[in-house]
């Protein structure tokens, strides 16, 4: 995406599946976030706690990345993701109504430096009411499905470039190991726009042309 629109970013992540800050700080699940910090500097940083944390442990969330940013270099611009509700969140009934406005306000809450929220709950939020009929969520109703993570993709690609999410492919190809063609993914055209759309709705508050 950020190629797409002349950008050239080195991206690198630290993660695991089902990880919490406290399972960075404290180097679980093979994680090698501290050694990452410690020796490596970066322009921005983007925190993401374990879910439902944010609803159920918000202290423990600000308490680990307190630690996390103990460890730091230099001083980049800091984020927090703010991912989406799903059903049987934080043990919330399975038929409640889905609602990523309290993850997100958990996290404005406990910001210890100032990180600026990544809203992607919010923009799945809107996503769901505006266009019900496009699933967001794979078939274990918690994970994101292709639409789901183009949607995620492009409010991370607005809010950390400052530029609209129009325009950005809906397609991803590269090559296997074998040198044979793979797509990453692949997002119908009208999904695609819907979610340009919605991105630039939820991080400048309005379509940025």
Known sequence: MALSKGLSWDV???????ASLKDHWLSQKNLQTIDILEQQRFSKLIFQDYSSNPIVAIDSTAKY??????????????????????????GQPLDSPLNSIPIEEALRSKAVSGEKV?????????????????????????????NGSY?????????????????????????????????????????AKKCQAVADEIVFGAAKQ
């Open 12 to 18: 690198s992540q630290s993660t695991a599946g089902g």
């Open 151 to 191: 949607l995620a993709a492009c409010v991370f690609f607005a809010k950390l470039s400052g530029q609209s999410a129009k325009g950005l492919p809906r397609r991803q190809e590269g090559k296997d190991q074998k040198g044979k063609k793979i797509y990453y993914f692949i997002v119908q055209a009208n999904v």
């Open 118 to 146: 990544v809203a992607v709950g919010r923009a799945f939020d809107v996503f769901r009411a505006r266009y019900p009929d496009i699933a967001l969520l794979s078939d274990d109703a918690k994970h994101t499905n292709p």
């Open 65 to 90: 990345l307190s630690l996390l940013q103990t460890k730091i270099k230099n001083q980049p611009e800091q984020f927090l993701y703010a991912s989406w509700a799903y059903p049987g969140i934080a």
